[in-house]
């Protein structure tokens, strides 16, 4: 058996949405035999997980499953392995420097709970 990463794609639409769709990019750990077993079992995984539920304005809000867009093999399972990597080129780098550094914030802080 071998191991991959799955990216899965849901777009989530609220039938009297005024603003724009939401889109949310999953990475999910997969094992299979083969390349195309993973294949396989992220589209299952994907489409089960698919969902419909009512917001707080009691509008139908449905998760659906578009695509796995990437599957990537990984040859060993190592401590420090990179999973994923995205590359950002914000426009305002300040403003994303300190919401970086308010996210590592709030990781310290939960973490120090937890001790």
């Known amino acids: 058996m071998y191991w991959y990463i799955a990216k899965l794609v849901y777009q989530i639409l609220v039938t009297e949405a005024k603003e724009s769709d939401q889109f949310e990019e999953q990475l999910r750990l997969i094992q299979a ?5 993973a294949l396989s079992k992220a589209m299952t995984l994907g489409e089960q997980e698919e969902t419909i539920f009512y917001n707080y ?5 449905y998760w659906k499953f ?7 093999s990984l040859n060993q399972l190592n401590d420090g392995l990179q999973l994923y990597s995205h590359l950002e080129q914000p426009e305002y780098t ?16 939960d973490n120090e709970c937890l001790y």
């Open 66 to 72: 578009l695509e796995v867009t990437e599957l990537q």
């Open 33 to 37: 035999e083969n390349k195309q077993q």
């Open 57 to 61: 304005r009691d509008e139908p809000v």
């Open 94 to 109: 300040d403003a994303y420097v300190a919401l970086m550094q308010s996210k590592a914030e709030r990781i310290r802080t």
